[in-house]
């Protein structure tokens, strides 16, 4: 027989056992590098985890301003969901006189608060007793857990996740994972021969239309970390080969968790969603344990295609494709018939897009990603999906952002404008401790473009005259609120030559004004007139000490020819309104590791940078800017017998209208303008001042502590002359002073030293 | 006496000040208060020198009038705790956690539930001084200083605090090195604990 054989055939033979062996040494070879790239690869899988952005989490205590609806309301927001019964955490339950509710457990950087189950009982003012239900322990108090409202992730990646431990997801999760994907999960060894046939069958009878995929769970996951989407037989080979190995390495556990957390879910512009912990977030606006069956099919039913399945696109697709998966479910004997009969009829459950708690505020979490960029190293921030804690008030958000979606039509409407026209920025601070509460930086206020709360830098205008006062009445030998100003016109030749001569906005001069009154009705030629005495570096240095970096030292900067952002208003503001104390505006308070360890917290800084008596004075002026002045409009809006303190800001032409104001616990500003800088025809009043107003009622801002600091001293003034007052006189009034400056001389209508006890007592009772 | 405008003040207040006034007869005092004008309506809060009113002094009773409110003693004895400045259950709640937290010498911590707590009552003088105490601990002298100071702001001319306010200043300059401004400071404390010590009965 060997004769038989030609030699070329001998050689053919010894030529492919040759050929045989390189191919399996080679083999050998690629299998034993592929097995440590594996091994490598996957130890090495580092999750592109984004950090994690949260607002401030609602304190509830007796006596906090909160009433039972709006405790209702924002449980909806963290999405709560009301039931019959309370059924687990993340449900309420309305009982005749009481909400009751099963608060979620979370870590907050002082340590855990446990789930526990609250009646909540209010008032009109707000709430009013909350108990532990199943004891008579009443609580002191206790925090909801806080909105998630972002991520912030590196600008060369889109991919967001929240990570989730297999042992802590509902373990109908991968029960239903398994059974849609990959049956025999348990007991292949990464790839199934019987899928692969099945699929092959089930395609070789299929013409066109979706092809079905034979790949394990093992195999999605490899291809999804390490291979291109590339459909060819080698990029499959290599696939299959990866999962044998690494199977191999990596438990059953660990392949499922990895899955868990890598697989793509759905895409959010630019952000791609991943893994099934922020899925859940992202269409159901709560945590994964609390999703219902239907929920769980859902998003394992999108997995197959989530661009396809995109459930706000395609509702019915899904409908259809999460109906059978729930059919699936019932098969495999995950839930029962009658289940599935219920969950089938439920509907989809996908919340609103953008307005499902995630990227909602998009000018606050850009605040957010500046603050945070000089504290954290990009990559970490992209990666270590660290958990920012931030003063973000949602309700207070809610709040800023329907005055300006309801008010810039009306105003619109008003001066005749085309709808759309305006744009509108605001932000919202706490006096003490300057926490940024709320912000919006574009009439469209889910829009992440352009800020104009940080970014947009206007003209202040009459913005800048509080600091021109406050400079006059530190200097209480020369001034004081009383002080009379000649309103008369002034021309100044500027160092380039040119003329510079300010007008009043009304065109009109108003004879000699007492020094408050020219700040309450924005007079301008006072102001330069004051501006000018006590010269350009003092008003300078009051504006830089109250928190604005630069200002010009220009006497047009006595008017407002100072560019400025909504956010540096708000700045400066806060320290006139802090009684002279500045504390830079945080918007984070702390950052937590993804483990729930605090990394940091961030205590906010305190200085007291502007004089407190004269401080004290100038926004007693700025009161009366609300109660007789520009801005008296608010008197109709705001609560009645509180004092609330701000200024008009109107630039040339009325480009801009402007107001910032604050009371007891808010600072707020709102600008009103174009983008393109046209006038609008608004002033400050006109424009800005309606939607402040609303605002600081909406707020619940709390009126002005009219306490005066030590240095204060009230006397009784003749308005006229500005001079002291005495029984003789009708209509004094009570205007404080810097002490040591009060005026010691008589108003002409005072019989000074004539009035005895007596007239004191009947003035008393009169 | 022109310190008081009458015209402008409410119906409630001028009782105050008269109370005040007849006070300040039968205790000798030629002295008004000066301070807080605009929203005594509660205790009036007489100057450090003040000696408290002798309750069998003759009290000057007009004719035709209706008999003068009863007043409450004056307040001399300054709340010396959150709890005595009536702070709200939460604040006490937070009060106790922060001053676990300072048993545990975690001073970080404690910064924050006081910060917690004054997100509830921002001008509350008694917590500002706790967060300039909590500043101390964490050698933040200058932030210890600036909360002392806001903390004398808002404490309404309660002297007792305003004191303890300017030790703590002391205390914070002499880290920062400021022997003069450390030296004022305690000379600042120490009139005013002179003058407690005159006024208390």
């Not at chain 1, 006596?63 to 019964?85: F, H, K, M, N």
């Not at chain 1, 606050?364 to 954290?376: A, S």
């Not at chain 1, 970096?549 to 407002?560: H, V």
């Not at chain 2, 917690?116 to 101390?136: C, M």
């Amino acid at each position: 027989m060997i004769r038989i054989i030609s030699p070329l055939l001998r050689w053919l033979i010894i030529g492919l056992a040759i050929a045989a062996s390189v191919g399996v040494v080679a083999l050998s070879l690629w299998l034993i590098q592929l097995d440590k790239e594996v091994r490598v690869r996957f130890a090495g899988v580092k999750w592109v985890l984004p950090a994690q952005v949260y607002a401030a989490p609602m304190d509830l205590y007796p006596g906090a301003p909160i009433t039972v609806p709006e405790l209702r309301r924002e449980l909806d927001r963290l999405g709560y969901r009301l039931s019959d019964e309370l059924s687990g955490p993340g449900t309420y339950q309305i009982a005749t006189d009481e909400l009751r509710v099963d608060v979620r457990a979370f870590s907050f950087w002082d340590g855990p608060q446990k789930e526990q189950r609250v009646a909540f009982r209010g008032d009109a003012s707000g709430l009013t007793t909350i108990r532990a239900m199943g004891s008579d322990q009443s609580i002191d108090l206790m925090r909801l857990d806080p909105m998630l409202i972002g991520s912030i992730y590196p600008s060369h990646s889109a991919e967001d996740r929240v990570l989730v431990k297999l042992d802590e997801v509902p373990p109908l999760l991968p029960a239903t994972l398994i059974q849609v994907e990959d049956r025999a999960f348990e007991e292949h060894y990464g790839v199934s021969l019987k899928g692969i046939l099945r699929a092959a069958v089930t395609n070789a009878f299929r013409d066109g239309g979706r092809k079905q995929g034979g790949s394990t769970i093992t195999q999605q996951l490899i291809k999804n970390l390490f291979l291109s989407n590339e459909q060819s037989y080698a990029r499959k080979i290599r696939e299959a080969l990866m999962a044998v190995l690494l199977e191999r390495h990596v438990s059953k556990h660990d392949i499922l968790e990895a899955y868990l957390n890598e697989v793509w879910l759905g895409q959010d512009g630019n952000r791609a969603i991943h893994g099934f912990g922020l899925a859940s977030q992202f269409y159901f606006n709560k945590p994964l344990n609390e999703l219902r069956p239907a929920e769980v099919a859902l998003l394992v039913g999108i997995a197959k295609g989530p661009t396809v399945y995109n459930p706000r696109k395609h509702p019915d697709r899904v409908r259809e494709r999460r109906d059978l998966v729930l059919k699936l479910m019932e098969e495999g004997g995950l839930i029962r018939a009658d289940e599935r009969e219920v969950e089938s009829l439920s509907p989809l459950g996908v919340q609103n897009g953008k307005a499902g708690g995630v990227e909602r505020y998009p000018a606050f979490i850009d605040l957010v990603r500046r603050q945070i960029k000089g504290l954290y190293r990009e990559e970490d921030l992209g990666s270590e999906g660290l958990r920012i804690f931030t003063t973000l008030d949602p309700r207070a958000q809610e709040r800023l952002e329907a005055r300006i979606v309801a008010d810039l039509p009306d105003l619109e409407k008003g001066r005749q404008l085309k709808a759309g026209t305006l744009q509108a920025a605001g932000v919202v601070t706490s006096v003490e401790g300057g926490e940024v509460l709320a912000m919006v930086g574009d009439r469209n206020v889910r829009f992440p473009g352009f800020n104009r709360a940080l970014d947009s830098q206007r003209p202040i205008g009459s913005l800048a005259k509080p600091f021109v006062y406050l400079a006059a009445l530190a200097d209480p030998g020369r001034y004081n609120l009383y002080s009379l100003i000649a309103d008369e016109p002034i021309e100044l030749r500027m160092p380039n030559g040119s003329r510079w001569a300010p007008k009043n906005y009304d065109r009109r001069l108003h004879g000699t004004v007492p020094l408050y009154a020219a700040l309450a009705k924005s007079y301008n030629l006072p102001t330069v007139r004051i501006g000018l005495d006590v010269g350009v570096d003092r008003v300078h240095d009051l504006l830089q000490a109250a928190g604005l970096q630069g200002p010009p030292r220009l006497p047009s900067m006595f008017l407002g020819a100072i560019n400025a952002s909504p956010l540096d208003v708000a700045q400066i503001y806060s320290t006139l309104a802090a009684n002279g104390y500045l504390t830079p505006l945080l918007a984070i308070r702390e950052v937590m590791t993804k483990e729930g360890q605090p990394l940091s917290r961030y205590s906010f800084q305190l200085k007291q940078t502007l004089p407190e008596g004269p401080v004290y004075l100038t926004n007693w002026a700025m009161q009366k800017v609300i109660e007789f002045g520009t801005a008296r409009w608010a008197v109709s809006v705001l609560p009645a017998g509180q004092q609330y303190a701000g200024k008009t800001g109107t630039t040339d032409d009325a480009r801009d209208s402007w107001f910032a104001g604050f009371g007891g616990d808010r600072v707020a500003v709102v600008w009103v303008g174009r983008d393109d800088n046209k006038p609008v025809g608004l002033d400050g009043a006109a424009g800005a001042l309606r939607i402040w107003g609303r605002l600081m009622r909406d707020l619940n801002a709390r009126g002005l502590d009219l306490t005066a600091p030590a240095g204060i001293v009230e006397a009784s003034i003749d308005p006229q002359s500005g001079l002291l007052a005495d029984n003789g006189c009708a209509g004094a009034i009570s205007v404080p002073f810097m002490a040591g400056a009060v005026p010691t001389s008589y108003a002409p209508c005072a019989d000074a030293g004539q009035s005895g006890p007596l007239d004191w007592l009947k003035d008393i009772f009169r | 006496m022109n310190l008081f405008s009458w015209p402008a003040m409410g119906f409630r207040l001028r009782l105050a000040a008269l109370g005040a006034l007849t006070l300040a007869v039968a205790g000798c005092v030629s002295e008004a208060p000066v301070r807080t004008p605009r929203t005594t309506g509660q205790v009036l809060v007489p100057p450090a020198a003040a000696k408290p009113a002798r309750p069998e002094a003759p009290v000057v009773q007009p004719p035709l009038l209706p008999p003068p409110p009863v007043m409450p003693p004056v307040a001399v004895d300054y709340p010396k705790t959150l709890a005595a400045a009536g702070a709200a259950a939460p604040v006490l709640a937070l009060a106790r956690q922060a001053q676990q937290s300072r048993a545990a010498g975690q001073h970080d911590a404690a910064l924050g539930q006081w910060q917690r707590a004054l997100r509830i009552e921002p001008r509350n003088a008694f917590l500002w001084h706790e967060i300039a105490v909590t500043h101390l601990k964490l050698k933040h002298a200058g932030q210890a200083e600036s909360a002392a100071q806001k903390s004398t702001s808002l404490a309404h001319g309660n002297l007792w605090l305003e004191a303890q306010n300017w030790r703590l200043i002391a205390t914070a300059r002499r880290v920062l090195l400021d022997v003069t401004g450390a030296e004022a400071a305690t000379a600042r404390a120490d009139s005013l604990s002179a003058g407690l010590a005159t006024a208390s009965p």
